[in-house]
C-alpha cells in the first residue's frame, strides 16, 4: 500500500497554488475563478484518495492483527492435538497390554474350568474287553497302582490295588484291579492271598476275559503249595469251562507233569 505524507501533501498543494497565480495574472476574473474551483475539486479529490489510503492501511493492519492472532490461535490448537495424540497413544499401550491380559486371564480360567470339569465328569474306558465310565480318581489311582505292577514293584502294586478295590468297589476297573493283585502276590509268594484274589474275581466277573488265566493262576498256587489234587482239579475245570483259551493249553500240558 502506498502511503502518502503531509508533507508531500502540502507540497502539491503550493505547487497547485503557484500555477493558479501565474495563470491568474493571464486569464481573466471568470477563467481564474474556474481555475481555483478547478484546483479545489483536484485538491478534495487529492484527500479523499489520501483518505482511502489511509482507511485501506489501517484495515490492512488490522487483517495483519486478526491473521497473526489466528496463527497464534492455529498453533496452539496443534499443540494441543500433539499432547492429545500422545495421550491417546498412552491410552491405547495400556489398554493393548490390558486386553492382553484379560485374554490371558480368560484362557487361565477357561482351562481350569475344563480341567474341574474333568475331574466331576466320568470318562469311558476300554479295559480288559470290558467298557465302562471311571471318574478321575478311579483313573488316576488305577493308573497309579498299574505303574507300580509294570515296575515288577509287586508288594507295592498289592497293597495299592487292594487298597483300590477297597475305595472303588462298584468301579469298572475292580475285575481288573483284583487280577492284578492277586498276580502281584503270587510274584510275591503270597500264594495263599493270591488264590483268595483270583478267586474272587471268578466269583464277581466270571465272563471277565482274564478268568482263564486266573484259573491257571490258582493251580500255579496250589503246585506251589503242594496241593497237587487240588491244582488237578483246577485244571481240569479251566480245560472244561474255556476250551479254546490259551490258558486251557497250557494246563493240559500241566496236568501231563502232575504226579
Known amino acids: 500500500m502506498i502511503k502518502l505524507s503531509k508533507a508531500v501533501l502540502c507540497v502539491s498543494l503550493l505547487t497547485l497554488s503557484m500555477g493558479s497565480t501565474v495563470h491568474a495574472g493571464i486569464f481573466d476574473d471568470d477563467e481564474a475563478r474556474k481555475a481555483i474551483l478547478d484546483l479545489r475539486q483536484k485538491v478534495e479529490v487529492l484527500k479523499?484518495?489520501?483518505e482511502g489510503l489511509q482507511t485501506n492501511q489501517n484495515a490492512f493492519q488490522e487483517e495483519s492483527v486478526q491473521l497473526k492472532k489466528s496463527i497464534l490461535n492455529l498453533q496452539s490448537m496443534i499443540e494441543g492435538l500433539k499432547q492429545e495424540i500422545q495421550v491417546l497413544s498412552g491410552d491405547k499401550e495400556v489398554l493393548s497390554k490390558a486386553l492382553s491380559e484379560t485374554q490371558r486371564q480368560l484362557k487361565t480360567q477357561a482351562q481350569s474350568l475344563e480341567d474341574r470339569m474333568a475331574r466331576v465328569e466320568p470318562q469311558k474306558v476300554n479295559l480288559d474287553g470290558q467298557e465302562f465310565l471311571a471318574d478321575q480318581a478311579e483313573i488316576k489311582d488305577f493308573e497309579n497302582a498299574l505303574a507300580l505292577f509294570k515296575k515288577?514293584?509287586?508288594?507295592?502294586?498289592a497293597g495299592a490295588f487292594a487298597e483300590f478295590t477297597k475305595r472303588f468297589p462298584s468301579s469298572g476297573y475292580?475285575?481288573?484291579s483284583v487280577?492284578?493283585?492277586a498276580t502281584a502276590q503270587?510274584?510275591?509268594?503270597?500264594?495263599k492271598n493270591a488264590i483268595i484274589g483270583f478267586r474272587n474275581l471268578v466269583s464277581i466277573a466270571p465272563s471277565h476275559l482274564r478268568i482263564p488265566d486266573a484259573k491257571l493262576s490258582i493251580a500255579s498256587c496250589q503246585i506251589e503249595l503242594k496241593d497237587t489234587?487240588?491244582?488237578r482239579k483246577t485244571l481240569e475245570d479251566l480245560i472244561k469251562d474255556h476250551p479254546q483259551s490259551?490258558?486251557?493249553?497250557?494246563a493240559k500240558e500241566r496236568?501231563?507233569?502232575l504226579k
Open 48 to 50: 479523499s484518495n489520501f
Open 152 to 157: 515288577a514293584d509287586y508288594q507295592q502294586a
Open 174 to 176: 475292580s475285575p481288573s
Open 179 to 181: 487280577y492284578f493283585m
Open 186 to 191: 503270587y510274584a510275591v509268594r503270597d500264594y
Open 229 to 231: 489234587k487240588g491244582a
Open 246 to 250: 490259551e490258558a486251557a493249553q497250557s
Open 255 to 257: 496236568i501231563l507233569k
